[in-house]
């Protein structure tokens, strides 16, 4: 049975949803590749600044030899349904 939540069981979900992804922007910005390693989907893949695809094995290696760093994170999200 699905139940409607109210407009405040709304918001309190929205702003737990934002703290995680203000957490996961903070974790890619200072370099904490344990906690990204945590956070990120496997199979997740991203569009670099150079405008390659690269995977999160990819990403975690680069972080690790800390090859990139990042000065700023926009985040826009993708959804295929194939």
């Not at 893949?45 to 926009?74: G, H, T, W, Y």
């Amino acid at each position: 049975m699905n139940k409607k939540l109210s407009k405040d069981e709304e918001d309190q979900i929205r702003r737990a949803i934002e703290a995680i992804e203000e957490e996961e922007i903070r974790s890619v910005l200072e370099g904490k590749v344990a906690a990204v390693a945590r956070d990120w989907a496997d199979d997740l893949a991203v569009n670099a600044p150079n405008n390659q695809v690269m995977r999160k094995p990819v990403i975690l290696d680069l972080m690790r030899q800390r090859v990139r760093r990042q000065k700023s994170c926009e985040e826009m999200v993708a959804t295929y349904n194939c």
